[in-house]
């Protein structure tokens, strides 16, 4: 199936197309391809069992914001503004960019590009662009922390696991901009920071890890850059208490605050968090927080299959198992 301006295509709008497969009965494998363009639309994908490949230079763009006003006059909140929302399982996306053009999180509040509730999940060769809050990766947690739901975008399917990969991806934005409780490993990625317009540090990850999850994000090799004015931008910060992120054999640059990690202004995190680094060049160990783990030695940092064990869902032929 084939998305595209062109008159000869199946579809001229993303959506038309999902629509149509998710009628599909019996559901079967599909592969979505997008040819080059500017696709302004919200997408919404619940149906498992698909892949989407972009042709030449593919960009979906929308600019919904938390700040927005719905038609009762209420703020519509963080998850009902991303630009693509996934919702199923044994997904691949390549070569596509996805970007929420709402603006300065400081201005409009949150603005999701992608909300990828979904389990084993592969990103290739994606590019996610927004401010605050760019990419969340599900499960939500249990409760918002003022105690209610979360509203957005409709869930019609929970997982048991929330697994996810990225790999030659580019994700950029200034506040929380990896955010979510997923199991997912960045490989071979850049994660750039852009400045804030309040001049306030920027933060790269919120991860909200449930407390039974072991693996919570994990950057392998990936590259930390930022804008020219960007300084003292964090890690990472706790979402929730039991947050888990990892940097192994990372570049990072001097953007980077020395002391790394922040507590979201809750000590009690420091004792729950699970943080930690290995492999990072041209730091000074002795200034980050006392709270942050080191790896000892490379065979203590788990691989992708003890991480993923049970599957190998990012492997071509086990996308096809």
């Not at 595209?4 to 197309?17: L, N, P, R, S, V």
């Not at 000590?267 to 709270?291: F, P, Q």
Request: net charge negative.
């Amino acid at each position: 199936m084939l998305v595209g301006k062109e008159d000869f295509c199946d579809y001229h709008t993303i959506q038309e197309a999902v629509a149509v497969l998710e009628q599909q009965s019996p559901m079967q494998p599909e592969t979505l391809y997008i040819l080059s363009g500017l696709y302004e639309e919200e997408v919404r994908i619940y149906r498992s069992d698909l892949a989407l490949i972009g042709i030449g230079q593919v960009e979906i763009r929308m600019n919904r914001y938390a700040k927005e006003r719905d038609e009762c006059g209420e703020e519509t909140g963080t998850f009902a503004t991303p630009t693509l929302f996934l919702g199923g399982r044994r997904l691949t996306l390549e070569n596509l960019v996805i970007s929420n053009a709402a603006g300065q999180g400081d201005t409009v509040g949150q603005a999701i590009a992608v909300y990828a509730h979904c389990d084993e999940a592969v990103f290739r060769y994606c590019t996610f662009i927004g401010h605050q809050d760019t990419l969340f990766t599900g499960p939500l947690p249990s409760a918002s922390k003022k105690g209610g739901g979360f509203g957005g975008v409709p869930l019609r399917e929970h997982h048991a696991h929330y697994r996810q990969m990225y790999q030659y991806c580019r994700i950029e934005g200034t506040v929380d901009y990896i955010f979510g409780g997923a199991t997912a490993w960045f490989e071979h990625c850049e994660v750039h920071s852009l400045s804030r317009s309040n001049g306030e540090p920027g933060y790269i990850t919120a991860a909200s890890t449930p407390k039974e999850s072991e693996y919570g994000y994990i950057f392998n090799e990936c590259v930390l850059t930022a804008a020219d004015d960007v300084v003292n931008v964090y890690l990472g910060r706790p979402w929730r208490e039991h947050a888990a992120t990892e940097y192994v054999n990372c570049l990072m640059g001097s953007h980077i605050h020395p002391e790394g990690w922040n507590d979201w202004g809750e000590a009690a995190n420091r004792r729950t968090v699970r943080y930690r680094e290995l492999g990072i060049r041209n730091v000074d160990s002795l200034k980050r927080v006392e709270w942050v783990k080191w790896y000892e030695a490379e065979d203590e940092m788990p691989n992708v299959n003890v991480v993923f064990e049970g599957t190998n869902f990012w492997n071509s032929e086990g996308a096809q198992e």
